[in-house]
Structure formats: C-alpha cells, structure tokens
C-alpha cells in the first residue's frame, strides 16, 4: 500500500483513540506470535509498533487484558507501524478497565 493510502486510512478512523503503551502478542493466521506495542486504542481497533512486517489485510489475534483474546484485521502497514480493527467491539462495560490496565 503506498504510503499516501496508508496515511489517509490513519486519519479518516471515525473514533478517538486513547493513548496506551502495553506490550503484546499478535497472533497472525499462520500460527505466528509478533511482539507488538499497542500505543492507541479505542472499542473497535489499535495502532501497534511491530519489527515484524504484517500486511495489510492479515488477520491476527490480540489478547488485550480483562477483555480477552479478539480477532482484527491490519487495515494498514507502514513504517514498523499497524493500524487494527477489531473484529468485534471491546464491551463498554470493560473498556475503561482494558484501557486502565494497558496504561
């Protein structure tokens, strides 16, 4: 994906996110464990600083504390970052504890 596209799904997001800063596995569909540092997220996605190259379309699981294990999809890829939506919504009644508990 160029770099414009990538930048322009960054910024069209439809939520706010909330800064965190939490290490944790990505899990991709090939059985694959990526360490990742989730640095914002919001009910229905996150960015993540990863070394490993994940393209854009790849399905991964992320295990976000208190919340459990969810499926995403890397929605872009640029530049040891990702940007993730969730395959279903972190439940209201748990995201302010998830995002205690990343912080």
């Known amino acids: ?5 990538a930048m322009t799904a960054y910024e069209d997001r439809v939520e706010p996110r909330d800064e ?3 290490r944790a596995q990505l899990a991709t569909a090939d059985g694959t464990s990526r360490l990742a540092t989730i ?10 600083r990863c070394d490993a190259d994940i393209p854009v379309g790849a ?3 992320v295990t976000l504390p208190v919340a459990g294990a969810f499926a995403a999809e890397v929605r872009w890829s640029l530049g040891g970052r990702i940007g993730c939506k969730l395959a279903q919504e972190v439940p209201p009644a748990l995201y302010q504890f998830v995002l205690a508990a990343m912080r």
């Open 1 to 5: 994906m160029p770099a414009r596209l």
């Open 20 to 22: 965190t800063l939490h």
């Open 39 to 48: 640095v914002n997220l919001s009910p229905n996605g996150f960015m993540a």
């Open 59 to 61: 399905a991964v699981t």
